[in-house]
């Protein structure tokens, strides 16, 4: 299966400020997504992150509040802007990964807590 | 139309009992069942998946059962061991390389 590293592992920030995450796979991906889990909850999509074109948001998540970059095949950057307390989550990305069939894999997530 | 249904929200069982979780969907879209598996401060890790045509997939000690008709499927683990205490997710998507909608987990607790 795909190795993911994401960056950080987890941070505390301060509100109104903005955390850049990355995503990094070891190998070439078509597809990245980025997932939110808040405390004790199950998975959300942010956003669909395709290599050349424009992220597409799921319902309830804008482009301004979460811009993603996808410069490359094996690497994708979300960022959570101007941070609240509610933003306090879990970020993870995944990607597909053809060799072992149709399924997506998971990165070990980003742990962010904002005071 | 988009949710998936898990229960229970969490179960106990000694080492050695068969946990079984469940999950019930809505879209028939679907094509594409993994299960998930997530320790505290890790990533989910994909357990097993299954598509429609097939009524059972084992894998070791992980088996999926799905019954299409009542658009269900549940995961049984059998010989449970303490290490495998975690919280587990059902997840659906068209295709595996779509969005996945996971359910709402089950944090399974096995006891020595």
């Known amino acids: 299966s795909a190795v993911i590293s994401q960056k950080p592992s987890r941070d505390i920030c301060q509100r109104g400020t903005s955390l850049t995450i990355q995503c990094q796979v070891d190998s070439q991906v078509t597809m990245m997504f980025w997932y939110r889990q808040q405390p004790g909850q199950s998975l959300t999509l942010i956003a669909t992150a395709n290599q050349g074109s424009e992220a597409t948001y799921e319902s309830g998540f804008v482009i301004d509040k979460f811009p993603i970059s996808r410069p490359n095949l094996t690497f994708s950057t979300l960022t959570v802007s101007n941070m609240s307390p509610e933003d306090s989550s879990i970020y993870l990305c995944?990607?597909?990964?053809?060799?072992?069939?149709?399924?997506?894999?998971f990165g070990p997530g980003t742990r962010l807590l904002v005071l | 139309q988009q949710q998936v249904k898990q229960s229970p929200q969490s179960l106990i069982v000694q080492k050695g009992g068969i946990p079984i979780i469940n999950c019930a969907y809505e879209?028939?879209?679907?094509?594409?069942f993994p299960w998930y598996q997530q320790f505290p401060g890790k990533g989910p890790a994909l357990l097993i998946a299954i598509r429609p045509d097939v009524s059972e997939k084992k894998e070791g000690r992980f088996t999926i059962s799905f019954n299409k008709s009542a658009k269900q499927f549940s995961l049984h683990i059998m010989d449970s061991q303490p290490g495998d205490s975690a919280t587990y997710f059902c997840?659906?998507?068209?295709?595996?390389?779509?969005?996945?909608?996971f359910g709402t987990g089950t944090r399974l607790l096995v006891s020595p």
């Open positions: 995944s990607v597909e990964d053809r060799r072992g069939g149709e399924t997506q894999y």
């Open positions: 997840a659906a998507s068209r295709g595996g390389f779509q969005k996945l909608v």
């Open positions: 879209n028939t879209a679907f094509d594409y």
